[in-house]
């Protein structure tokens, strides 16, 4: 028995086949799917009775079940609690931007890599979502938005390296044609730093975009905020992108959280300028969004523009992110966090 959400056109060929139905069954169903976004496969009316009965045996159709949607106002950002079959909950946010919406997902329950100011290295790691899963949080949306997202990221909770096959497959199927067609370069991985997934993707022969949590320009820094870094510390994360960026042609974006007083300093900025000068690097510098678990502070305005002129000064392509949806608890894992310790606060409806 295989989840309908993940299987890939080429699965659903081979499925019919061995069903002993015939291959334009499959194109029906690839259009019920991703074209209608049928929520229960007795919606797919072009299907006999008993066909769709058989479907339901051989590739259930499960829907993540939205509990919370948390708008975080004037921006539309909306931030959705997904819960799956299991009764395990996600979080994934709908961020629009100027006519364009990107998805944030998620690829695991909670997350074990520990980041010291995210809330989901706090709960530590559930379990991982399947590829299913995965899918099922783009279309439990683009059903509730009536719409698809033009970008995907895979920056909510979990570490997707470390849930790798089954966020290849999810994304895989997202990219297809005869799915929700995201481009590749639509589809955004983030990683805190698990090597050998960086290896592993630079292989694959895929062009999503890759970006890295850095946070840090050194490694003693980098120990305390990431402990992955103990396990791969920057002279093996470093080389390990700059070979994918060789092997795949795709810069890789050096996400950068900016912490007062932490690694936000002008000593911090020439660092990190002697640690990415002549690689192929774009770097995101973002504000720090408080969270409960983390005493690191915001950084001055002045502090970050100073951060960000410095690195531009030296040739280093850098962007600033605004911090959105910070009303909603959007920094990944806090939604979920809440809803664990009590309720939700703000606009938080149970659906
Ligand atoms: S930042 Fe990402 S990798 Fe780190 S604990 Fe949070 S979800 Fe996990």
Redesign the pocket.
């Known amino acids: 028995m295989t989840e309908a959400y993940g299987l890939l056109p080429e699965d659903w060929a081979a499925l019919c086949k061995e069903a002993g139905l015939p291959a334009f069954r499959a194109k029906q169903i690839l259009q019920g799917l991703y074209r209608d976004r049928i929520g229960a496969w007795s919606e797919l009316t072009t299907l006999s009775a008993e066909l769709r009965a058989r479907l339901d045996d051989l590739a259930p159709l499960t829907l993540p079940r939205e509990v919370t949607r948390t708008p975080s106002g004037p921006d539309g950002v909306v931030k959705y609690l997904l819960e799956m079959a299991d009764g395990e909950r996600v979080e994934t946010v709908w961020i629009p931007a100027d006519g364009r919406v990107t998805q944030c997902i998620s690829s695991q329950v909670g997350?074990a890599?520990?980041?010291a100011f995210?809330a989901?290295?706090q709960l530590g790691c559930v379990r991982s979502l399947t590829a299913a899963e995965i899918v099922g949080e783009v279309m439990a949306l683009s059903r509730a938005q009536g719409r698809y997202p033009n970008n995907i990221v895979v920056m909510g909770?979990?570490?997707p390296f470390m849930n790798y096959d089954a966020v290849l497959r999810a994304l895989r199927v997202l990219n297809c044609q005869q799915g929700p067609n995201i481009g590749a370069r639509h589809i955004t991985l983030s990683t805190?730093g698990v090597v050998p997934g960086i290896e592993r993707l630079a292989q694959e022969g895929v062009q999503f975009e890759l970006s890295v949590?850095l946070h840090a320009p050194n490694d003693a820094i980098r120990d305390r905020l990431m402990p992955v870094n103990r396990r791969w510390p920057l002279a093996e994360l470093l080389p390990a992108c700059d070979a994918y960026t060789a092997a795949t042609g795709r810069i890789i974006t050096y996400e950068y959280t900016l912490v007062r007083g932490l690694n936000d300093r002008p000593v911090h900025a020439a660092e990190l300028i002697r640690l990415l000068r002549g690689r192929k690097a774009r770097v995101n510098l973002i504000p720090l969004s408080p969270v409960a678990e983390f005493d690191g502070q915001t950084p001055s305005h002045a502090d970050c523009l100073a951060f960000l002129d410095a690195l531009l000064k030296a040739g280093i392509h850098t962007t600033m992110r605004r911090s959105r949806g910070r009303q909603a608890d959007a920094a990944?894992?806090q939604l979920r966090l809440r809803t664990q310790k009590g309720p939700t606060h703000g606009t938080a409806e149970e659906s």
């Open positions: 997350c890599m520990h980041c995210c989901s290295g909770m979990g570490e805190c949590s990944c894992g």
